[in-house]
């Protein structure tokens, strides 16, 4: 009976000529209209009503003679009528109403910012969905509840569509200009709809372009709800993924950026976010000496990463190895490799893992640059007990970007004394580096030679001359001479005959 008497006095009031007052009354009867929210079954007013409504909200919005007053109002009716997928799919077709959304929001001011970011919250569906138990969903059935359903328009590919049209348009420029305000609900909001544009990567460069990037640091490091926080780093993580660090984090902003994406590393935060927070810290690894030492120094941070290197999931497992290879070009993590620990241990025993190929691979690299930077490292790779295997597995390897790692590795070990080099030489692994220097030999009778194939060549070929070297190993020549000078030592046995039955002679 209120809402019947209300809305009688606000259909009055929205025939009124003063458009201060037809616009306030406009964003009740939008409230009105909204009070069913996203549940496509429950509709206040006439199917199309809603519809009628948006229309009006945009004669206000685009009409370039309205004062901001009368535009902030309508943004702020559209702000709800938005929650019904038919208003949305009207909406985004409207490609002036759009534009002058954004250009709207991209004034900054507070009094906007309510109307703007909740439509494009809206738009790109970037709310929390509760999610519906199916045995609750079962008794609600049973005792004849109102269950809410979803609208057809509201699936992923609708809202997937509306997101790069938004994305496309420039909204990042107007989020960026309302995220100074000081309200931390607003600032979540701001959040969840730039992580719901980062979720697509081809809308990550327009993201940082329109100064995206600098507003998420800021986002996820102060003056946000927590909720809002771990949106804006989520965010941060999947441009850190597929920029250019040096680019979308450029100068203080790569070391700002390490905090808010390693709290993505915590086990309460969903797989997704796990993954992804450490594929971007992998990629900023690779920027310089600074961020790594940032990284390295935070136990918090270094000790998230290589929990994950533990990980049953393949993919998390396999990112956090890339990520640790990755800072293995610091001198930093080559001492703390160095130190009373199994790290090189296990990074050996990871060369050996047959689950996943780009694990052995990362591996591989990890144990190659460091064992290249420190000798220390290279008797440690005997720590394991099976290391010839490991070993033997890399150089072995079908894939031969994974086989110059091994290479390397050996290589490497060669150079770091007498003892180590024994220790290698004493295996097949020696006879491996022969059949690779081998296999490219053959190569080159070929039409095109394998260039990573007679980079293995190269490298294998040294190792064996530092044997040489120490005199573990002889060239044809030398044997032939040393065969010729000790002709006893090849002397065959005579022959026995075979032992007779009951021990006779």
Request: proline share 3%; aromatic share 6%; charged share 25%.
């Amino acid at each position: 009976a209120i809402l019947n008497q209300g809305l009688e006095i606000i259909k009055s009031l929205y025939k009124s000529k003063d458009d201060h007052i037809k616009v306030r009354a406009l964003v009740g009867l939008c409230k009105v209209g909204a009070s069913g929210g996203s549940d496509a079954s429950l509709r206040p007013f006439a199917d199309g009503s809603s519809t009628k409504l948006a229309e009006a909200c945009r004669r206000f919005l685009i009409n370039p003679g309205k004062d901001d007053d009368l535009r902030r109002w309508a943004a702020e009716g559209l702000s709800f009528l938005t929650m019904d997928a038919d208003v949305k799919e009207k909406l985004i077709e409207d490609r002036a109403a759009i534009e002058a959304l954004i250009e709207l929001g991209k004034t900054g001011k507070q009094n906007v910012a309510f109307g703007v970011v909740s439509t494009l919250v809206n738009l790109t569906n970037s709310f929390d969905k509760q999610e519906i138990n199916p045995e609750m969903l079962e008794l609600a059935k049973f005792a004849k509840h109102h269950i809410p359903e979803e609208h057809e328009l509201d699936d992923q590919d609708f809202v997937d569509k509306r997101v790069a049209i938004l994305g496309s348009m420039g909204i990042t420029s107007a989020l960026v200009a309302l995220s100074k305000t000081e309200s931390q609900n607003l600032r979540e909001l701001i959040s969840r709809v730039l992580n719901a544009v980062c979720q697509q990567q081809e809308l990550r460069g327009f993201v940082v372009q329109q100064g995206g990037s600098k507003a998420l640091v800021q986002l996820a490091l102060e003056g946000n709800t927590d909720r809002g926080k771990r949106f804006a780093a989520q965010a941060l993580s999947r441009v850190g993924i597929t920029q250019d660090p040096a680019i979308a984090f450029p100068g203080q902003r790569s070391c700002d950026v390490i905090r808010p994406i390693c709290q993505l590393l915590d086990q309460d935060c969903e797989a997704l976010e796990n993954f992804e927070a450490l594929m971007a810290l992998g990629n900023l690894a690779t920027l310089n000496e600074s961020v790594r030492l940032r990284i390295l120094k935070e136990s918090n941070y270094i000790q998230g990463i290589e929990d994950y290197t533990f990980e049953e999931h393949v993919l998390l497992r396999r990112a956090a190895v890339q990520c640790w290879t990755n800072l293995c070009s610091s001198p930093y993590q080559v001492t703390r490799c160095e130190g009373k620990n199994d790290k090189v241990k296990y990074c050996v025993l990871m060369c050996g893992d047959d689950s996943d190929p780009e694990i052995v691979k990362a591996a591989s690299g990890a144990l190659a640059m460091l064992t290249e930077a420190s000798t220390k490292i290279c008797e440690k790779v005997f720590e394991s007990s099976q290391w010839e295997e490991c070993l033997l597995s890399v150089l072995a390897n079908t894939d031969y970007n994974v086989v110059i790692r091994g290479a390397v590795v050996v290589y490497n070990m060669t150079q770091a004394g007498e003892n180590v080099a024994k220790k290698i030489f004493e295996t097949q692994i020696m006879e491996v580096l022969q059949a690779q220097v081998l296999q490219a030999n053959l190569d080159m009778g070929n039409a095109q030679t394998n260039p990573i194939l007679q980079k293995i060549k190269t490298i294998c070929q040294k190792a064996l001359d530092e044997g040489h070297k120490y005199g573990f190993i002889r060239t044809q020549a030398e044997a032939i001479e040393e065969a010729e000078r000790n002709p006893e030592e090849d002397k065959i046995e005579p022959w026995m005959p075979a032992p007779k039955a009951g021990g006779a002679q």
